[in-house]
C-alpha cells in the first residue's frame, strides 16, 4: 500500500478535490477530520457528476461517499483480491481499528505485488539450478553419515543396465551371492537383498538411464547404496506412499510398479535415505544393522 | 512336505532340477503375481505359485529365499526364464491349471500359508 497519502477534510470543495487529482495524477481522495479518521472519500466519478450538475463548489462533506469500504493494515493479499472483486472499486483505503487512515492500495499496487513474486520465484529457480550444476554433492557424499564416499573401495559394485528389463534384480541376487560368501548372516544378508532389488528395479523401470550398485559391509553392518542420472523423482513423500506409481502398464506385466517399491525398502532397511531431483537423478542409501551380535 | 511329492500330486512339468532336488522340503506355499508383494511376505522355504512367467518370477524367489516356483495359468514358460532358474539353482515348476485350483489342491495337503495365517 502506498503510506504518503493524499487527502482532504471535510471543508474543501469538490473543485479543489478535482485540482488535487488533476495534479498528483489520481483517482480518488480520502477524506479525514482532525484526529486523522477517515470519514469519506471522494472519486473522480463523482467530480465528473459534480461538473454535470454543477456543484463543483460545493463542500466535500455534502458530496462524499460516506460509508467507505476499507481494508485492514494486517489483511491479506487474498483477503484484498477478493475484495476488490467483490466491490468494484479501483482503490480501498487502509485504516487501523480506530478507523485512522494508514494509507491507500489500488489494484496497480496488487498487480506490481504480483509481479515482484514472479521474479523472487524466477530468482529461487535460477539459483537452485546453478547450485545443482556446479556441484553435485550428494553424489559424491554419503547420504546417512555425510562422508565422502569413495565408490572405487565399496565391497561390491554392479553396473545396473537398464535396456533390459528382464536383468532387473541381477545386482541383488549377485550381491545377495557375494554377501552370502562373506559373512554368516543369512537374515540379514535377505533383507539387504530384497530392499536392493526393489531400488534395482526402480532404476530399471523408471529411471531411462543406467545405474550403479555400491554395497560397503562390515561385521555391525551392510550399507547399499543404489543411484543413477535419470529421471529422478518429481515429489519423493508422494513416491513413498504405498500405492502411488507412475509405472507403465508394461512395467505392471512384470510384477512391479505397484507403487510398494519404496515401502518395501523403508520397511526392509533400518535406515533408508532418498535424494532425489528431476532431471538429474535418483540417490537411494540404505543401511541394514547386525542386531544379533557376530556375524 | 517333499517337494516331489508336490510334484507328484499335482502333476507338473519340471523345468528346472537343482542338484538337491529330491530333498527340498516346501515349509509353506505362497501365492501372488506382484513381485513386489512377493517380496513383502516371502518366506524362506516356501513354495512361490505365480502366474507370472517372465524372469522376474524366478530372481524375486532367490531374493526372498524360496525354495521353488511353480508357474501357473500360463501356457508356456519363456526360455530366459528357465535359463535364469538354472543359473540361480531354484528349482521351477508349470502348470496350465489356474491359481485357485492349484492353491485349492495344495490347501487339502495341509500345507502351511507363508503369511503365517492359520489354516
Redesign the interface.
Known amino acids: 500500500m502506498k503510506k504518503d497519502v493524499v487527502f482532504l477534510n471535510r471543508g474543501h470543495t469538490l473543485w479543489q478535490a478535482k485540482e488535487l487529482m488533476r495534479i498528483k495524477k489520481i483517482s480518488g481522495v480520502p477524506i479525514i477530520d482532525k484526529k486523522r479518521c477517515l470519514i469519506g472519500i471522494v472519486s473522480i466519478e463523482d467530480i465528473i457528476v459534480a461538473l454535470e450538475k454543477n456543484y463543483i463548489s460545493d463542500l466535500l462533506e455534502n458530496h462524499m461517499t460516506k460509508s467507505v469500504i476499507t481494508v485492514a493494515p494486517e489483511d491479506n493479499m487474498e483477503k484484498i483480491i477478493q475484495k476488490f472483486n467483490r466491490f468494484d472499486f479501483g482503490r480501498f483505503p487502509v485504516v487501523d481499528k480506530n478507523n485512522v487512515l494508514k494509507g491507500l492500495i489500488t489494484k496497480n499496487d496488487i498487480l506490481e505485488t504480483i509481479l515482484g513474486q514472479f521474479t523472487i520465484i524466477y530468482d529461487h529457480d535460477v539459483r537452485r539450478e546453478e547450485i545443482l550444476n556446479k556441484e553435485m554433492e550428494w553424489f559424491n557424499k554419503s547420504l546417512i553419515t555425510g562422508n565422502t564416499l569413495d565408490k572405487k573401495e565399496a565391497d561390491f559394485e554392479f553396473h545396473i543396465q537398464y535396456t533390459d528389463v528382464n536383468l532387473a534384480g541381477m545386482g541383488a541376487a549377485r550381491l545377495k551371492k557375494f554377501l552370502n560368501s562373506k559373512m554368516n548372516n543369512p537374515e540379514l544378508v535377505r533383507k539387504a537383498s530384497i530392499a536392493t532389488y526393489e531400488a534395482e528395479v526402480n532404476v530399471v523401470i523408471h529411471s531411462g538411464s543406467n545405474g550403479y550398485l555400491y554395497c560397503w559391509f562390515n561385521d555391525k553392518e551392510i550399507n547399499v547404496r543404489i543411484e543413477d542420472h535419470g529421471k529422478g523423482i518429481e515429489n519423493v513423500d508422494k513416491a513413498m506412499q504405498e500405492g502411488f506409481s507412475t509405472a507403465s502398464d508394461h512395467v505392471r506385466e512384470l510384477g512391479f510398479g505397484a507403487g510398494i517399491g519404496l515401502v518395501n525398502m523403508k520397511r526392509y532397511s533400518d535406515k533408508m535415505v532418498v535424494v532425489s531431483e528431476v532431471g538429474k537423478g535418483v540417490v537411494v542409501e540404505m543401511s541394514f544393522y547386525n542386531k544379533t551380535g557376530g556375524v | 512336505m517333499k517337494l516331489t511329492e508336490v510334484v507328484e500330486y499335482l502333476g507338473c512339468k519340471v523345468l528346472n532340477k537343482t542338484p538337491d532336488y529330491n530333498n527340498i522340503i516346501i515349509e509353506s506355499v505362497g501365492t501372488a503375481?506382484?513381485?513386489?508383494?512377493?517380496?513383502?511376505f516371502?518366506k524362506?522355504g516356501m513354495l512361490l505359485i505365480?502366474g507370472?512367467n517372465?524372469?522376474?518370477?524366478v530372481?524375486?524367489a532367490?531374493?526372498?529365499?524360496a525354495s521353488a516356483v511353480l508357474i501357473v495359468r500360463k501356457l508356456s514358460v519363456q526360455d530366459?526364464t528357465i535359463q535364469l532358474a538354472a543359473a540361480?539353482e531354484v528349482p521351477l515348476l508349470h502348470l496350465t491349471s489356474s491359481t485357485y485350483k492349484t492353491c485349492g489342491l495344495l490347501y487339502k495337503l495341509g500345507l502351511q500359508d507363508s503369511r503365517g495365517e492359520s489354516l
Open positions: 503375481d506382484l513381485m513386489s508383494d512377493v517380496l513383502v516371502g524362506p505365480t507370472l517372465s524372469p522376474q518370477c530372481r524375486t532367490s531374493v526372498v529365499g530366459a540361480l
